[in-house]
């Protein structure tokens, strides 16, 4: 029996699709998966017994990857779960912007008590009038499950798209509308496009990717889209670009002490995914993919070990090994199987960084002295017997 701890309340939908082989612990020192969403997990002491973490979402800032990588804790997350519903967002977000809907809004609550709101409006909207995004060209940077989709939806909305994403996978490039213009540079996207949507993770390469001299290079007037990470903006850089009139507005739905009080920010709440669909997904797909993991022993949507998957396992015995990316480790471990006179029916081997995993379909159970044996090699974190 699999015992499951949730750091933050899960989806129904998603809790749902346990079998009777699990049950909700409100111990984390007992768990074998802990559940999560935006609970900081840094600090928490780690029991031996946690196999999985899950995190209901795709950020995993607050998730400690490398200490459960050493642990032998494999970290899921959910991309592209949520994906429509921050895709949504954007494109209220760039609405809001060009429009300025907000400052209309906010000036209707301020004279609703004066009498005669009907005149007043009449009167006064000229100065919130905005222009449309038809015809605009749009600069998206990262075209993954959420980039991707965005820069689709605004091609139908008549919209001039530019895409960057270097990284970009083979599936995503497919699913591209064939009119969007790729571009090789961040750059490129800064001097042509009059609105720009940031779509990429929290890297080193990424981190205060919007600078001075980022914004210097944009077009003046332009709109600046954040529904990714806060911190891929220099507060300051941006303070500067809105007051010399060269970023119009900036929509982010991860607002600070400082960009909160700016002026000519749109600050949302980090309503992105907040929808019953993106809850909802996020946590079926969290679910099915830890019971995968410890049914089957196949990762997939891991951030600090590789994905491997064989389906489920129709020989006698299947193990799996999470180690260090050694060479020479994996030899020793089919010599160690050989020795015991255990056939290797299948394997999986696959790495990530300093991190890797082995999958084993034997003709034969394993006995325990091969396991020990196993075990005992260095860079060997964690052994588990699947069947």
Not at 244 to 249: A, D, E, L
Not at 316 to 327: C, M, Q
Request: aromatic share 6%; net charge negative.
């Amino acid at each position: 029996m699999a015992k499951v701890h949730y750091l933050n309340p899960i989806s129904p939908k998603g809790t749902a699709l346990w079998t009777e082989d699990y049950e909700k612990t409100e111990d984390l020192s007992l768990a074998d998966v802990v559940m999560v969403r935006s609970a900081k997990m840094h600090d928490l002491t780690l029991p031996e017994s946690l196999l999985a973490v899950a995190r209901a979402g795709a950020g995993v800032n607050n998730i400690p990857l490398q200490k459960c990588a050493e642990q032998g804790i494999v970290v899921f997350n959910t991309p592209g779960a949520n994906a429509n519903g921050v895709v949504e967002m954007s494109i209220c977000g760039m609405l809001l912007a060009c429009r300025d809907v907000v400052g209309g809004i906010n000036w209707v609550q301020s004279i609703k008590e004066d009498g005669d709101i009907a005149a007043k409006v009449e009167k006064g909207k000229s100065k919130f009038a905005g222009y449309e995004i038809r015809g605009k060209r749009l600069g998206v940077i990262g075209l993954g499950a959420i980039g991707g989709p965005l820069a689709n939806a605004a091609r139908k909305l008549g919209m001039e798209v530019y895409g960057c994403d270097p990284y970009i996978s083979i599936d995503a490039a497919w699913h591209l509308d064939s009119h969007i213009v790729r571009v090789k540079t961040r750059e490129e996207i800064y001097e042509n496009c009059d609105i720009i949507s940031l779509h990429v993770p929290l890297l080193e390469d990424t981190k205060g990717m919007i600078n001075e001299e980022a914004i210097a290079k944009m077009r003046d007037g332009v709109v600046l889209l954040n529904f990714a990470r806060d911190l891929l903006v220099d507060d300051d850089a941006l303070e500067k670009g809105l007051a010399s009139g060269k970023i119009r507005r900036y929509v982010t739905d991860f607002p600070n002490d400082k960009t909160a009080s700016m002026v000519g920010v749109i600050a949302i709440p980090h309503l992105g995914a907040s929808t019953e669909e993106s809850e909802d997904n996020c946590a079926k797909m969290a679910v099915k993919q830890v019971m995968n993991y410890l049914e089957n022993g196949n990762i997939v949507n891991s951030v600090n070990y590789p994905n491997c998957d064989m389906g489920i396992c129709t020989k006698a015995g299947r193990i799996t090994i999470l180690h260090k990316n050694i060479p020479n480790t994996l030899s020793q471990f089919t010599t160690v199987l050989a020795g015991a006179g255990i056939n290797i029916s299948d394997m999986l081997n696959r790495s990530r960084g300093e991190y890797a995993y082995t999958m084993f379909d034997l003709d034969h159970p394993v006995p325990p002295s091969a396991l020990q044996q196993i075990a005992q090699i260095p860079g060997v974190l964690r052994i588990r017997i699947i069947r």
